[in-house]
C-alpha cells in the first residue's frame, strides 16, 4: 500500500481517491517502500517484463502485443499493400526484440563477472566533471555499447511500425486502436530503461547510491541499481507539502521515547515546527506479567567466533524447543544461521517428535505460518520477513528466540553509503543510524509475542552483547519488561 501511494504521485487517480489526509500503517518501513519506489534500475527482470509484452512464446502458444496485432491485422480491411507493409514492420520489429533479448543477457552477464564468489554488491561511483563511466565497470564497454545500439533498433521498429498503424484507414485505425496506444506505451517504456540504463551505469548523481548485484532470477546474471541516499526532501516534496495532513502510525516509531531518529529518515525536520505533533499511546498489555526477557550469557558472542555461536545457537534453540513440546519461534538476521540451525535440529526435533519449519525449506510464509498455528508441536525458524507482520495467538507461540541484535549488514550498499554520508557530515553512523534503525527492528521481533491481553510467554535475546556492550542498554530501554541475566542453560 505504500508503493502504491508512491506509484501514484505522477499520475493520481488511477487507484486511489483524491485527497487532503493520508494515514500511513507501519509507518517505520515508510522510508524503505519510499527508497525502493525513487529507485533506478537495470535489471533482467525489467528488461524481460518489457519484452514479454511485446512478444512471448512460441508457435500456438505466442502472445505479446505484436502477435496480437498479426492476428487483428486478417480481419483488418485494409489494402494489401499496407497489409504486407505491417506484416515487414512486425517481422523487423520480432527480430529487433529478439536481437536486444540477446544482447541484454550478454549485458547483465558481464555484470555477474564483476562480481566475486559469494556475489557481494559490487559499489561504485562516476565523476560527476567527467564524462567516463565507472573505472569498476570497464568490462561492461562492448556488451554496454552493443545493448544500447539493440535498444535503439527496436525503438526505431516498433515506432516505424506504430507509423504504418497510423496510415491505415478509419475503420482499420479504429479496429487497431488498442495495440497502437500499447506501442505507444511500450515505445515510452523502452526509452525510460535505456535512459535509466544510462543513468545508472554513468553514476554520475552524487545524492544516489550505485552499485551491481546478482539477480534474483535462477540464471547466474547481475543487475545495476541505484538509490537516493535520503528520501526526507523526496517526501516533503511530494507528500508533505500536498496534504493538509499526514499520519504515521506504529508501534515502532519512537527510540528512548524521542521520534528524532524517524523524523529524520523521514524528513520531518523540513516541515514547520506548528505542523508536526506528535504522541506515544499506551500498550493495552501487561508485559511485565505476561512476559518474561531472558538473555543467556553462556552463549559466545556472535561476532567473535560464528561457528561456536551457531552451535550454542542450536543447542539454546534445541533444549527450548523439547521443553516447550514445540511452540517456538526462532528470528535470525541471516539465512546461513538460520541453515546452520536447521541442519543441527532437524534430527533430534524429529526424533522428539517435534515439527520443524523453516523459511526457504517447504512453502511460502504464509503457509508456514498457518501451519505454526495450527500445530502446537511446531518450531519456526524465520528471517528477515516475519520479524514483524506474524501474528500468532494463544498457546501456539509461547517462545520467541531473537538470534542476534539485528543490526543492518554493513556490506548492504544503500545502508553502508548512507553510514558514510553521515561520517562525511561529521555525524557518528553507528549512534545516527545504525543503532536506532536496529533498536526498531528489534521492538519489532519483541513484538511477535504478545498479541493479545490473554497471551503469555518468554523472549530469549541469544546475543550476550545485550549485557556486555553499552549500546546494550538503548536495547533493554526500549523493552517494556525487564531484562533477566541466565549464566547457564540449564538456568
Known sequence: NHALVFAEMDNPGISLPACSQMIFDEAHNLEEAATRFFSIECSPARLNTLLRRIAVGRGARRGGVLERLRRRLTASAGGRTHQRNLHAAIGAALEAGENLRGAGRRLFHAMQALLDK?????????????????????????????????????????QELSDLLRQGTGEELDLLAEEQAELAGLIQMLKSFGADTETVLDARRGDHVFWVQRSRLRE????????????????????????QSVIFCSATLSVGGRFQFIGERLGLDRIPPERLQTRIAASPFDYVNQCLVLAPTCLPEPNDRLAAYGDGLAELLRRVSI??????????????????????????????????????????????????????????????????????????????????????????????????QLER?????????????????????????IRHRNDRGVVIVADTRLLTKSYGAVFRRGLPCPTLACPDLDD
Not at 520443524?356 to 498455528?373: I, T
Not at 543510524?433 to 519483541?446: C, D, E, I, M
Open 425 to 449: 557530515s561529521g555525524q557518528g553512523a553507528f549512534r545516527a543510524l545504525s543503532l536506532p534503525a536496529a533498536v526498531l527492528r528489534f521492538r519489532q521481533g519483541f513484538g511477535r509475542l
Open 220 to 243: 547466474p546474471l547481475g543487475e545495476a541499481w541505484g538509490a537516493p541516499l535520503n528520501i526526507g526532501p523526496l517526501l516533503a516534496e511530494t507528500l508533505y507539502k500536498q496534504r
Open 118 to 158: 559469494d556475489a557481494t554488491p559490487l559499489r561504485y561511483a562516476g565523476d560527476a566533471d567527467t564524462p567516463s563511466a565507472p573505472r569498476e565497470l570497464s568490462p561492461l564497454h562492448p556488451a554496454r555499447a552493443t545493448c544500447r545500439e539493440a535498444l535503439s533498433r527496436a525503438i526505431q521498429t516498433l
Open 323 to 420: 521443553a516447550l513440546r514445540g511452540r517456538t519461534l526462532a528470528l535470525f538476521t541471516s539465512y546461513d544461521m538460520l541453515r546452520q540451525c536447521e541442519r543441527q535440529l532437524a534430527h533430534p526435533l524429529r526424533r522428539a517428535g517435534l515439527h520443524l519449519l523453516a523459511q526457504g525449506s517447504g512453502g511460502s510464509r504464509d503457509y508456514l505460518l498457518e501451519v505454526f498455528r495450527r500445530d502446537r508441536n511446531c518450531v519456526l525458524l524465520g528471517t528477515h520477513s516475519f520479524w514483524e507482520g506474524v501474528d500468532v495467538m494463544g498457546a501456539a507461540l509461547s517462545c520467541v528466540v531473537l538470534a542476534r541484535l539485528p543490526f543492518a549488514s554493513p556490506g548492504e550498499p544503500i545502508f553502508s553509503a548512507r553510514c558514510e
